[in-house]
C-alpha cells in the first residue's frame, strides 16, 4: 500500500499524523476526490479511537454498524485474522453500509440485518463493539440543530435504551473476549450512567487496560474526547474484558 502520507501527498492533500494509531489529519487539499475512489475515508477522530479499541482478531461484531466507518477500520486493523460482522436494524442505513463495504472491498465485513435489541446470534463474539444511539450532544458543533431537536426527557429515554442495548450484546461477548461501549454524548446519564449499574449487575465484566496512546484522553478507566481540549466531536467509551 505504500507510504499513506506519501499517497496522499502526491494526491495534492497534505496531512499529519495524530495521537492515534494510523489516524491522519487533513491540513491541505480535497479528500472528496479520493473518497469518492474508495481510496481514502473520512472518519471523525473519535470514531477511529473507538474502532481501534474494539478491534480484535477472530469474531467481531458491530452491534448498531451504520454507516459503516467502525466496522470497515476494524476489519482493516484485524486483517485477514479478522470477520466482522455489521449489524443493522434500519434497511435505509444498511443499504448505505453495503455500498460503503462494497467500495472499500472489505470482504472480510458482512453486512447482517439485526436489532441489538434481539441479536439473532447463535455464537460467542471475541469482541463486541455497541457504538449506542444516543442524543448525539457531543456533535453540536457540526450539527448545531440537535440542540433544538432535544427535549430534556430526550437524554433519560436514550440512556433507557442504552441500558437495555448493554444488557442485550453483553450476552454475545464470549468467556476471556472484549465490550466496548461507546457514544457521541457528553451527558453522564448516557455514559456512567449506564456503564455503574450494568458493571455492579455483572461482576463477570472488568474494565480492561487501555493502550498507552490513549494516553491524552484517558480519564480513570473510561476514554473521553472533550471538544473543548479537542478539536472533534465528543465520544466516550469503556473497554471491558468478561471473565475467562
Request: proline share 8%; with cysteine; hydrophobic share 45%.
Amino acid at each position: 500500500m505504500g507510504d499513506p502520507l506519501a499517497r496522499l501527498a502526491a494526491a495534492g492533500v497534505e496531512a499529519r499524523e495524530t495521537a492515534i494509531p494510523g489516524a491522519l489529519e487533513r491540513v491541505l487539499g480535497r479528500l472528496s476526490p479520493l473518497a469518492a475512489a474508495g481510496l481514502a475515508y473520512v472518519q471523525d477522530a473519535g470514531s477511529q479511537m473507538v474502532a481501534h479499541l474494539a478491534a480484535s482478531p477472530g469474531l467481531v461484531l458491530d452491534a448498531c454498524a451504520a454507516p459503516g466507518g467502525k466496522a470497515l477500520l476494524m476489519a482493516d486493523l484485524g486483517g485477514p485474522a479478522t470477520r466482522v460482522i455489521a449489524a443493522e436494524a434500519s434497511a435505509r442505513r444498511r443499504s448505505t453500509l453495503s455500498r460503503l463495504r462494497s467500495r472499500w472491498g472489505a470482504m472480510n465485513v458482512s453486512v447482517l440485518a439485526a436489532d441489538a435489541l434481539r441479536p439473532p446470534f447463535g455464537t460467542a463474539f471475541d469482541s463486541v463493539l455497541l457504538d449506542a444511539p444516543c442524543s448525539g450532544l457531543g456533535t453540536l458543533a457540526r450539527n448545531p440543530d440537535v440542540r433544538w431537536r432535544l427535549a430534556p426527557e430526550d437524554v433519560a429515554r436514550h440512556a433507557a435504551r442504552q441500558r437495555a442495548l448493554l444488557e442485550s450484546v453483553a450476552t454475545l461477548v464470549r468467556p476471556g473476549g472484549r465490550l466496548v461501549y461507546a457514544t457521541c454524548s457528553i451527558e453522564p446519564e448516557e455514559n456512567e450512567g449506564v456503564l455503574a449499574p450494568f458493571l455492579e449487575g455483572h461482576p463477570e465484566f472488568v474494565s480492561e487496560a487501555l493502550p498507552s496512546w490513549v494516553e491524552p484522553f484517558r480519564e480513570d478507566a473510561f476514554v473521553r474526547v472533550d471538544p473543548v481540549r479537542h478539536p472533534v466531536d465528543a465520544f466516550f467509551a469503556a473497554r471491558l474484558r468478561r471473565k475467562g
